[in-house]
């Protein structure tokens, strides 16, 4: 079955005359699809790298991101340095997300800005893509620090820098300082109040840019934060943890409201991400196999949803030259079919069923409420609020008059079509299969 599908894939990309960065990325798909289903534990390469679930399904996702980025980025301009730059922007990736020591953990973490900087940079719509590409590094550099220092003071200690041999040990290194040790990780989600840098981000980068961010860079720091917190044991009673996981759920509901404000598109998607991804803050500092596997959920559903109303922003961009909320109006009498798209994603934003978001928010519902009755009330105020901005992106780009510059030039092409249906398909199909 999986051969067959791969044929008629191939087949696909051929008749559409796609590059062979495409047919790679559809390749390497089908082949961590099979590792991630023939592995049951885990599967250990060479002593140095390991794919596990965790592993092989952020895999997946970065090649999907990866092959919808190429899909969405047809007339882009440096075709050649595009693709020199996706190909190492996915090896960097994979070794991320398989990579057993803590050091070359570090440096695979640290070496994804390159790409993504260069994204911004060089395919960036606006001059402030400079300033939005130095808030990015200077965010995600220093915040990555002090784990450095955590684990040079862990070696230098004489243990061990495997992440499963640490794993093993009854006594816990990071118990001290864990909150300063994963600050690196918190930012690269990032949680309130370490987000400014992803709506400058967001708002300056292309639309492949915009959608890896979200899409995947985003999923680094839950990766990270769940094998550095296997090596922790912390007081869930303290002072520190109430105020550590209180901010970031009271920033999840400020950025929730925010998001009701914003009249520009891009900044209204990013901001939703900061609170979906102080979500999965709550589940993985829940410390029970419930909230582990709630966020997982989770982050795989938010970054299919996230990517899709990125990729569907990008096609108003290109037909209004604007990304306001005033002036995309209208879709669904020019364009039902993206209209229709639009509408899908947003339920899915909003944790409808049947979505991955929908089984993530339900789980961690169900973590959250046996820490404590304060915790479900908060989570309850993020779901009531992601419906309140999911509608009124939907309402305000498909339906009213257009008043503002005429969206009569809506590009209905097949690979649009064909984008919004793979960021739809994955995120209710794997619904079935939890």
């Not at 922007?89 to 991320?96: A, K």
């Not at 609020?385 to 969206?407: D, E, P, R, T």
């Amino acid at each position: 079955m999986i051969f067959s599908l791969l044929f008629m894939l191939l087949y696909l990309m051929v008749m559409l005359k796609l590059n062979y960065v495409l047919v790679g990325l559809i390749v390497l798909l089908f082949m961590s699809m099979m590792m991630l289903l023939q592995s049951n534990g885990g599967m250990e390469m060479m002593g140095l790298f390991w794919c596990d679930l965790l592993s092989g399904s952020l895999i997946c996702l970065t090649f999907i991101i990866l092959i919808l980025m190429v899909m969405m980025s047809f007339n882009v301009v440096r075709k050649k340095l595009f693709s020199y730059l996706i190909n190492f922007m996915g090896l960097v990736l994979i070794c991320t997300f398989t990579v057993m020591n803590f050091f070359f953990f570090f440096f695979f973490f640290e070496s994804v800005l390159v790409p993504v900087l260069i994204l911004i940079l060089v395919w960036g719509y606006q001059p402030e893509r400079l300033q939005a590409g130095s808030y990015m590094v200077i965010y995600t550099s220093m915040g990555s620090f002090p784990f450095l220092f955590g684990i040079s003071s862990m070696v230098y200690e004489g243990m061990s820098d495997s992440m499963f041999s640490m794993m093993s040990m009854s006594s816990k290194f990071f118990c001290d300082f864990y909150f300063f040790y994963i600050l690196g990780f918190l930012v690269k989600l990032p949680m309130f109040p370490f987000h400014l840098w992803l709506p400058k981000a967001h708002v300056e980068a292309p639309v492949s840019g915009s959608m890896i961010l979200a899409g995947v860079l985003l999923k680094l720091g839950g990766y990270g934060m769940i094998r550095l917190l296997s090596l922790i044991n912390f007081s869930m009673n303290g002072f520190v943890f109430s105020l550590f996981l209180g901010t970031g759920l009271m920033g999840g509901v400020y950025t929730s409201l925010m998001c009701i404000r914003q009249v520009d598109l891009k900044s209204l998607i990013a901001y939703s991400s900061v609170g979906h991804m102080s979500l999965v803050v709550l589940g993985l500092l829940s410390m029970n196999i419930v909230g582990y596997y709630g966020a997982i959920i989770l982050m795989l559903g938010h970054g299919l949803c996230s990517s899709g109303l990125f990729s569907i922003v990008s096609m108003l961009y290109n037909s209004s030259n604007s990304r306001s909320v005033f002036l995309n109006k209208g879709v669904l009498l020019v364009c039902p079919w993206l209209s229709t798209f639009c509408f899908l994603l947003s339920i899915g934003n909003m944790a409808a069923p049947p979505t991955l978001n929908f089984l993530g928010e339900v789980i961690l519902f169900m973590s959250s409420m046996k820490l404590s009755w304060i915790l479900g009330v908060l989570l309850a105020m993020m779901s009531f609020l992601s419906a309140c901005y999911s509608l009124f992106f939907y309402g305000v780009v498909c339906h009213g008059k257009n008043v503002g510059v005429k969206i009569n030039s809506v590009n209905c092409n097949f690979i649009d079509c064909l984008v919004c249906f793979l960021h739809w398909f994955p995120l209710n199909l794997l619904f079935f299969f939890m």
